[in-house]
């Protein structure tokens, strides 16, 4: 038998976390006039993080409004967070990046196929509005090799994602 002063929190366990990039819903709702711009690279996100808030994490994103080939992002890597204040965490990651047509930014030019991999290294935001979800936003250096040479491309914060632990 164990007596407690406090409810055991599990802030810290192991959890599982999908992230869904609402940017285009929230757009829809609060129209920012901005057309054909494009949301950030990934639609997508799966982290596992562990009990010393590190993860695994892998985000994948599509443009199904393509004409041409379908044009798929993918990045697979490390995550730590960090908490900041009750409401924010610091989120910064590393993983290694694949995409069939460049890097989703509005500074690529897709005219031409353009295959990309190389290294993403993530920073981002997240504010906890209730305890199993969040919106975070993230910006990313993309450091690599596509068809025409070694390539860096920084990418600002462009798209917001709704996450939800489970």
Known sequence: MSLRAQEP???YLPYNEIGI???TLIGQIIP????GTRI????????????????IRFSLGADIDSDDEVPIN????FE??????????YRRGTGAYLSNEGINSPFSDRSSSDLFIGLAVTRGLE???FKDVSISTEAVLFLG????????????PLAINLNVKF
């Open 9 to 11: 929190t599990d802030d």
């Open 21 to 23: 990039n609402v940017t």
């Open 32 to 35: 920012f006039n901005r057309t």
């Open 40 to 55: 950030g690279p990934y639609s997508l996100h799966v982290i596992k993080m562990s009990k010393n808030n590190r993860g």
């Open 74 to 77: 993918i990045l697979l890597g």
């Open 80 to 89: 730590r967070r960090k908490s900041i204040s009750p409401k924010f965490t």
């Open 127 to 129: 504010y906890h509005p």
């Open 145 to 156: 090799a596509g068809e025409f040479g070694p390539q860096i491309v920084v990418l600002p």
